[in-house]
């Protein structure tokens, strides 16, 4: 059988553009009204899709005065849609660096019970300084510290969701007995940052662990990820970006004693479609000229750890130090390397790497007509660039549906996207082995 291509909908605010909230095309419904959510996740399924995403951040973010920088809780968001949804996986961002591994365990586990078997966990290390403020007050914990935690945090995590053998439950009204203690056994975890006794207190899960998805890019990130991730979501600049890190992926993944096929690597896509490109473009120039470029400043100084940027004129070409060295920032690395790679082309200024921050946050964008996107896809696809991708709608739900409607038929003409789900978790979607039970 051809091999297939994994697509996942990121649903966040009206649309992945900065400006989308304000726009008329944008949904109706509140950001909080779960209503939205469901209704997103349910457009999707329609479409058949692999999965939806909700990221997360600990912190309200700079800028609420002029843009919707909030969003319910992912993981109590998905009790939500597992519930209103059937066949779609439902992935939720936590960090390892600010919860206690039994409480994601277990959280999780019951995701996955409630969903029979469709959630993945987006596994992030927090990376802004002002998430560090809310769980303790300390400083930042370090880029390489997180990463030590989170090594750990794994270890935990997986062997909670070891802890039960899959036959452990008897459910005998009869007999009187309800579970074998003996296929339930303590994990008796003692680290460097966790001790865990163990056992969990919910039963293995239909996926026997929820599918573990990685997004951080940064070579701490790249090899955790390889020891680790089973998909990840990346922000890549340029095909020729994303093959390098495909590659780079993939050859970690081996060497790391797993099979490459196993580890599906989704890059960011953000399109505006329209019946010609130049409609497309003053669809994405009309958005454009809805953001606030001093919120956009606030939002980069943000993912660049805090850096203070108020200093930086918007209109003139920026200059070495204007900015700080990627390997200097201890917040989100890989974004702050997409960033210094933005502020070195030709003539840039910090207004043009603001309006490429503020379409899609460092993902790939494009304005074309359904034939251009889906060129680009299978293009991406079958060059060694991607296993399928992170859609991120500029506006929802106008672009998820123009997507759904023009582009995933042509796709599926070509043979590279079902035209049916063929199984009933995400596991199957995704194409991704069940872990072996350790009994
Ligand atoms: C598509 C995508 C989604 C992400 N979602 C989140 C998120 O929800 N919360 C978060 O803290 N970081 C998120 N990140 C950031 C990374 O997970 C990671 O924490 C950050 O990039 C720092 O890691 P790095 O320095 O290895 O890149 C996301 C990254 C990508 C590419």
């Given at each position: 059988?051809?091999?297939?291509?994994?697509?996942?909908?990121?649903?966040?605010?009206?649309?992945?553009?900065?400006?989308?909230?304000?726009?008329?095309?944008?949904?109706?419904?509140?950001?909080?009204?779960?209503?939205?959510?469901?209704?997103?996740?349910?457009?999707?399924?329609?479409?058949?899709?692999?999965?939806?995403?909700?990221?997360?951040?600990?912190?309200?973010?700079?800028?609420?005065?002029?843009?919707?920088?909030?969003?319910?809780?992912?993981?109590?968001?998905?009790?939500?849609?597992?519930?209103?949804?059937?066949?779609?996986?439902?992935?939720?961002?936590?960090?390892?660096?600010?919860?206690?591994?039994?409480?994601?365990?277990?959280?999780?586990?019951?995701?996955d019970h409630m969903s029979k078997g469709r959630v993945a966990w987006n596994i992030v290390t927090s990376s802004l300084a002002s998430s560090a403020r809310n769980f303790g007050g300390g400083p930042q914990i370090s880029h390489d510290?997180?990463?030590?935690?989170?090594?750990?945090?794994?270890?935990?995590?997986?062997?909670?969701w070891d802890s039960w053998a899959e036959d452990a439950i008897v459910d005998d009204r009869t007999s009187g007995v309800y579970a074998h203690a003996d296929r339930i056994r303590p994990i008796n975890h003692r680290g460097d940052f966790y001790q865990v006794a163990g056992p969990l207190n919910v039963p293995r899960c239909p996926q026997g662990r929820p599918v573990l998805i990685q997004a951080g890019s940064?070579?701490?990130?790249?090899?955790?990820?390889?020891?680790?991730?089973?998909?990840?979501?990346?922000?890549?600049?340029?095909?020729?970006?994303?093959?390098?890190?495909?590659?780079?992926?993939?050859?970690?993944?081996?060497?790391?004693?797993?099979?490459?096929?196993?580890?599906?690597?989704?890059?960011?896509?953000?399109?505006?479609?329209?019946?010609?490109?130049?409609?497309?473009?003053?669809?994405?120039?009309?958005?454009?000229?809805?953001?606030?470029?001093?919120?956009?400043?606030?939002?980069?100084?943000?993912?660049?750890?805090?850096?203070?940027?108020?200093?930086?004129?918007?209109?003139?070409?920026?200059?070495?130090?204007?900015?700080?060295?990627?390997?200097?920032?201890?917040?989100?690395?890989?974004?702050?390397?997409?960033?210094?790679?933005?502020?070195?082309?030709?003539?840039?200024?910090?207004?043009?790497?603001?309006?490429?921050?503020?379409?899609?946050?460092?993902?790939?964008?494009?304005?074309?007509?359904?034939?251009?996107?889906?060129?680009?896809?299978?293009?991406?696809?079958?060059?060694?660039?991607?296993?399928?991708?992170?859609?991120?709608?500029?506006?929802?739900?106008?672009?998820?549906?123009?997507?759904?409607?023009?582009?995933?038929?042509?796709?599926?003409?070509?043979?590279?996207?079902?035209?049916?789900?063929?199984?009933?978790?995400?596991?199957?979607?995704?194409?991704?082995?069940?872990?072996?039970?350790?009994?």
């Amino acid at each position: 059988m051809q091999r297939q291509l994994h697509l996942n909908l990121f649903i966040n605010s009206r649309g992945h553009h900065e400006a989308s909230w304000r726009h008329p095309d944008a949904t109706p419904y509140a950001l909080t009204d779960i209503r939205y959510f469901q209704d997103m996740a349910q457009r999707a399924e329609a479409a058949l899709f692999d999965s939806v995403f909700l990221a997360d951040i600990l912190a309200l973010v700079e800028g609420v005065e002029h843009g919707p920088h909030i969003w319910l809780e992912p993981m109590t968001m998905l009790g939500a849609l597992a519930v209103s949804t059937s066949k779609i996986g439902l992935v939720a961002t936590c960090s390892s660096t600010y919860t206690e591994p039994y409480n994601l365990a277990r959280q999780f586990a019951s995701l996955d019970h409630m969903s029979k078997g469709r959630v993945a966990w987006n596994i992030v290390t927090s990376s802004l300084a002002s998430s560090a403020r809310n769980f303790g007050g300390g400083p930042q914990i370090s880029h390489d510290d997180r990463y030590a935690r989170g090594e750990e945090f794994m270890k935990v995590v997986t062997a909670l969701w070891d802890s039960w053998a899959e036959d452990a439950i008897v459910d005998d009204r009869t007999s009187g007995v309800y579970a074998h203690a003996d296929r339930i056994r303590p994990i008796n975890h003692r680290g460097d940052f966790y001790q865990v006794a163990g056992p969990l207190n919910v039963p293995r899960c239909p996926q026997g662990r929820p599918v573990l998805i990685q997004a951080g890019s940064s070579a701490t990130g790249r090899s955790f990820a390889a020891r680790h991730a089973e998909a990840i979501f990346t922000a890549q600049l340029s095909k020729l970006d994303a093959q390098e890190f495909y590659a780079d992926i993939k050859t970690q993944t081996a060497a790391a004693g797993r099979r490459p096929d196993q580890v599906l690597i989704l890059p960011g896509l953000s399109p505006m479609i329209a019946g010609t490109e130049t409609e497309a473009r003053r669809l994405a120039h009309e958005v454009d000229d809805l953001t606030d470029a001093e919120t956009g400043r606030k939002r980069l100084s943000g993912w660049l750890g805090g850096y203070d940027l108020s200093h930086v004129p918007l209109d003139r070409p920026l200059r070495p130090g204007d900015l700080p060295h990627p390997d200097t920032v201890q917040a989100a690395r890989s974004r702050a390397e997409i960033i210094a790679t933005l502020a070195s082309r030709e003539n840039a200024t910090l207004r043009d790497v603001i309006a490429y921050f503020a379409a899609a946050r460092g993902h790939y964008t494009m304005a074309g007509t359904p034939e251009q996107i889906a060129n680009l896809i299978e293009d991406w696809f079958t060059d060694g660039a991607a296993d399928g991708f992170n859609l991120m709608p500029p506006l929802l739900p106008t672009m998820l549906d123009a997507f759904s409607a023009e582009v995933i038929p042509l796709l599926q003409r070509r043979g590279l996207f079902r035209t049916a789900y063929e199984g009933g978790m995400l596991r199957d979607h995704y194409g991704l082995n069940q872990p072996p039970s350790n009994w």
